[in-house]
């Protein structure tokens, strides 16, 4: 049986079924999906299969081949894990008659390495679901394609690398505004041995607008990320982006926001027309822990910070700091106290009329808590910084297939060893093709959508 006909024997058999059970009123829509999908990878492997065997034997045919390449090995099984479940295939071995150089020629041609054993689309699929959910569950999601454990799914990630912060491509020209917002925080990730590390994240946007009641979002927003402690890379990735998502000459003020970490404000140094803005969730979180043991005097310091008084609200810490007895206490009332005068102009310019405010304990937690730091894990650095490039790549729209078949695609033009010449292709093709010639339903006189399309296919 040649392979239209199983394909077409699978499709037409599974239609029959499921149509039988549908009448019978035994099988809801979502089964007859299921099932349907199912037999569809099936023709799908065997499609592919008969593809790489013709592509096998139209190198065993070529000219070329035959001048530079011997054969070492005849029918070789090889496997290969596909979107539509595995492919069982054989190959041919072969060896360069000067060089010695071994390879199979086939594979060589359509991009398989030598020792591969997962298709691009799997990869790449492993690595979207992995992007969302664990380890294990991208692998149980992905079984029919013959991925069975965590490891594998662990295995593409490491393979993969550390995606550049500016891997996602731009997809507007350069924008034209006045003031731009920056805004950045950080995340406290488990590691295996222990300890906390911590994972950067900075974002870029124009503003933001409503959606809903009590809901914005962010215009323009682009995510970055750093795990390796490496600030002045990170913000030369954000310099980087401005200068080519933007005319730099329309933008008159940057703000940028943040606790007041060192690594926040080195931004100043890199981002021209910068300011630093003081995150207004954490001067809450330092007056609240202030004034904890004196409700009473939270109202009137907010007061005083918010409206400018500094000797007042210096004036108020020594109030407290006197009437504080515990030693520790007292020492969490300083350092509230010098955090607040150190940052002092950066609170001040909370009231600026064009500064929005800043989100980044809200977006720390969409982008990268929620996979890295919110559930019962430990990570290594290397799948910590890893895991943060792939969350901040996904949500700048990046394409993960897309971006591994272009660095892919160079390798492979670059190492192509053998080319067909016409004349094998010609042949292979007319072979193929005249398969469809016997096929019952194509040469029916009735016409029907099957018998439209494969006239079409063989070029009636």
């Given at each position: 049986m040649n392979i239209i006909q199983e394909v077409q024997k699978i499709i037409i058999k599974a239609y029959q079924s499921n149509l039988e059970k549908a009448l019978?009123?035994?099988?809801?829509l979502s089964e007859l999906t299921r099932n349907m999908e199912t037999e569809l990878r099936r023709a799908g492997t065997l499609m592919v299969r008969e593809t790489l065997e013709t592509l096998d034997r139209a190198v065993k045919e070529s000219k070329t081949r035959k001048k530079h390449w011997h054969v070492e090995r005849k029918d070789e099984e090889n496997t290969i894990a596909t979107t539509m479940g595995p492919v069982n295939y054989q190959r041919t071995y072969y060896v360069n008659k000067k060089t010695g150089e071994y390879a199979y020629l086939s594979d060589e041609l359509v991009g398989i390495e030598k020792h591969q054993r997962k298709d691009m689309n799997v990869c790449a699929m492993l690595l979207e679901k992995a992007t969302n959910s664990s380890y294990q569950q991208a692998a149980e999601e992905s079984s029919y394609c013959g991925i069975n454990s965590k490891t594998t799914v662990m295995n593409e990630i490491r393979r993969l690398g550390a995606v550049p912060n500016g891997a996602?491509?731009?997809?507007?020209?350069k924008q034209e505004v006045p003031i731009l917002y920056i805004e950045a925080d950080e995340d406290h990730v488990p590691l295996q041995i222990g300890k906390r590390d911590i994972s950067k994240i900075i974002y870029v946007h124009e503003g933001r607008k409503a959606v809903s009641k009590g809901r914005n979002k962010l215009l323009n927003v682009r995510y970055f990320t750093d795990a390796q402690q490496n600030s002045e890379e990170l913000w030369l990735d954000v310099a980087n982006y401005l200068d080519d998502a933007y005319n730099i000459e329309t933008i008159k003020k940057v703000y940028i926001s943040g606790d007041g970490a060192s690594w926040i404000k080195e931004g100043l140094n890199w981002i021209e027309n910068s300011v630093f803005v003081l995150d207004k969730f954490h001067l809450a979180k330092y007056i609240r822990t202030a004034t904890a043991h004196m409700d009473y005097t939270r109202a009137p310091l907010w007061h005083y910070i918010t409206q400018g008084m500094k000797q007042a609200t210096i004036d108020l810490f020594d109030v407290i700091i006197a009437g504080t007895e515990d030693q520790p206490k007292r020492d969490t009332v300083r350092d509230a106290k010098r955090y607040i005068l150190n940052n002092w102009e950066a609170i001040q310019r909370q009231k600026d009329p064009d500064y929005i405010g800043c989100s980044a304990e809200g977006h720390v937690s969409h982008v990268l808590s929620a996979r890295l730091s919110s559930r019962p894990k430990g990570w290594s650095q290397e799948g910590m910084e890893q895991m943060a490039r792939l969350r901040v790549f996904d949500f700048n729209g990046g394409d993960i297939y897309e971006y591994m078949r272009t660095?892919?695609?160079?390798?492979?033009?670059?190492?192509?060893?053998?080319?067909?010449?016409?004349?094998?292709?010609?042949?292979?093709?007319?072979?193929?093709?005249?398969?469809?010639?016997?096929?019952?339903?194509?040469?029916?006189?009735?016409?029907?959508?099957?018998?439209?399309?494969l006239k079409n296919v063989r070029g009636l």
């Amino acid at each position: 049986m040649n392979i239209i006909q199983e394909v077409q024997k699978i499709i037409i058999k599974a239609y029959q079924s499921n149509l039988e059970k549908a009448l019978a009123g035994e099988v809801s829509l979502s089964e007859l999906t299921r099932n349907m999908e199912t037999e569809l990878r099936r023709a799908g492997t065997l499609m592919v299969r008969e593809t790489l065997e013709t592509l096998d034997r139209a190198v065993k045919e070529s000219k070329t081949r035959k001048k530079h390449w011997h054969v070492e090995r005849k029918d070789e099984e090889n496997t290969i894990a596909t979107t539509m479940g595995p492919v069982n295939y054989q190959r041919t071995y072969y060896v360069n008659k000067k060089t010695g150089e071994y390879a199979y020629l086939s594979d060589e041609l359509v991009g398989i390495e030598k020792h591969q054993r997962k298709d691009m689309n799997v990869c790449a699929m492993l690595l979207e679901k992995a992007t969302n959910s664990s380890y294990q569950q991208a692998a149980e999601e992905s079984s029919y394609c013959g991925i069975n454990s965590k490891t594998t799914v662990m295995n593409e990630i490491r393979r993969l690398g550390a995606v550049p912060n500016g891997a996602a491509k731009i997809k507007k020209p350069k924008q034209e505004v006045p003031i731009l917002y920056i805004e950045a925080d950080e995340d406290h990730v488990p590691l295996q041995i222990g300890k906390r590390d911590i994972s950067k994240i900075i974002y870029v946007h124009e503003g933001r607008k409503a959606v809903s009641k009590g809901r914005n979002k962010l215009l323009n927003v682009r995510y970055f990320t750093d795990a390796q402690q490496n600030s002045e890379e990170l913000w030369l990735d954000v310099a980087n982006y401005l200068d080519d998502a933007y005319n730099i000459e329309t933008i008159k003020k940057v703000y940028i926001s943040g606790d007041g970490a060192s690594w926040i404000k080195e931004g100043l140094n890199w981002i021209e027309n910068s300011v630093f803005v003081l995150d207004k969730f954490h001067l809450a979180k330092y007056i609240r822990t202030a004034t904890a043991h004196m409700d009473y005097t939270r109202a009137p310091l907010w007061h005083y910070i918010t409206q400018g008084m500094k000797q007042a609200t210096i004036d108020l810490f020594d109030v407290i700091i006197a009437g504080t007895e515990d030693q520790p206490k007292r020492d969490t009332v300083r350092d509230a106290k010098r955090y607040i005068l150190n940052n002092w102009e950066a609170i001040q310019r909370q009231k600026d009329p064009d500064y929005i405010g800043c989100s980044a304990e809200g977006h720390v937690s969409h982008v990268l808590s929620a996979r890295l730091s919110s559930r019962p894990k430990g990570w290594s650095q290397e799948g910590m910084e890893q895991m943060a490039r792939l969350r901040v790549f996904d949500f700048n729209g990046g394409d993960i297939y897309e971006y591994m078949r272009t660095e892919k695609e160079k390798e492979i033009k670059d190492n192509r060893i053998i080319k067909l010449d016409a004349r094998i292709i010609k042949k292979q093709k007319t072979t193929s093709f005249e398969t469809l010639d016997n096929l019952t339903i194509v040469n029916m006189g009735k016409k029907n959508p099957t018998s439209k399309w494969l006239k079409n296919v063989r070029g009636l």
